[in-house]
């Protein structure tokens, strides 16, 4: 078993300043498999003093060399990534070929496509060519306090540790206390990668505790936030009273609209893609909207290919889905599952309980419901769990009412071979992000969403920007 009760705050592994273990579980098996500390106000403070006093010489460091010591924490991961893949199996129950292959190289994509980004920020730059006088400088916003969450726990590490580095920032990482071993690592490769001391600092906690704490902190400029829609309410809540950027990456309940003339590969995508992560996605298609005309013949492919999901421990490799994250997790699917079944949608596949001989774990079983409504909970709420609805419409316009009527709009698909209607509902969707006929968003293209699905922009230029400052100048000499 890890033990690692230590937080990394101003260069240094220091002892929390209040004894306060924390076990972290693992859900393929229901054991212990970790103990960490929870943060107290103390630590908070004493990470935010570092970060603040290494601020002023960070931001002024030039952008080449702060490139560099990014690409130094990369080669740290090239020569650790198995123990990454390791980390983020055991911690939140990724199968560890999924590990190896989809969630610890999300820091190695992010990271390099960063850097790429990188040489397209202009620093200073004229207003134009009225005002010749006149320059428009990016600066970074102070300290920033970076909360991540447990279910693609490197991938938002990266997108935000990077870029706040890059922008000339210092931060505070508070990851997920459910899955805080592959963040342990990451500041390991910081650590070693040389950043000077108080640049990048790590303190676990959990969100009533740190995460409050940093979202209150008068010393810290700004927050971003990737998790639930209930806690980013509650973090623009506490960072309201000091007046700090608060940019949040919430849920979503995204739409795939599947026509009559989409390809013969579009209902396999659509439910691989909501059961991917076992459901544990925000941005995962979990209402699947079907052309009337072939809804039956849908349903029963969906049905065929949920059934044939497997689920199975972390450790075991193979294309299986694992379990999710901890039993109140599981305890909340179950409850929807319920809920589902009472109000009337038809269960095709999966169902509640774990799967056939299992009798321990965090496991769901691969669940489909059809003849669903819009205004069912199962359409409306996020399940975060391999929960899909089906739900037919007849016309695209119905289809597009039936896709922009949620609380949530982050990710929408479109699977059609009419390009002119793809374009048309790529327009008409109420979402930060449209992906159609199984085509994924380009390196450098910005992640985020609308409505309750925050408004962050995550990744690409954009993502670096996030972080900066934009500073009007006039009268400036003539060089």
Known sequence: MIEQRNFYINGAWVAPAKSRDFEVIDPSTEDICAIISLGDQADTDAAVAAASAAFPAWAATPPAERAKYVKAILDQYEARKEEMAQAISQEMGAPIDMARDSQAPCLPWHLENFLTAFDQVEWIKPLG????????????????GL?????WPMNQVTLKVIPALLAGCTIVLKPSEEAPLSSLLFAEFVDAAGLPAGVSNLVNGDGVGVGSQLSRHEDVAMISFTGSTRAGKAISTAAAETLKRVTLELGGKGANVIFADADEKAVKRGVLHCMNNSGQSCNAPTRMLVERSIYDQTVEAATDIASKIDVGPASASGRHIGPVVNKSQWEKIQDMIAVGMNEGARLVAGGPGLPEGMNKGYYVRPTVFADVNNQMRIAREEIFGPVLSIIPFDTEEEAIKIANDTPYGLTNY?????????????????????????????AGSPFGGVKMSGRAREGGVWGIEEFLEVKAISGWAAE
């Open 414 to 442: 479109v699977q059609s071979q009419d390009g002119a209607r793809r374009n048309r509902m790529a327009r008409a969707l109420r979402s930060g992000m449209v992906e159609m006929n199984g085509q994924a968003r380009a």
């Open 147 to 151: 909360i991540t969450p447990w279910n």
């Open 129 to 144: 060519p009225h005002a010749p006088n006149d320059r428009i400088a990016l600066e970074p916003i102070g300290v920033v």
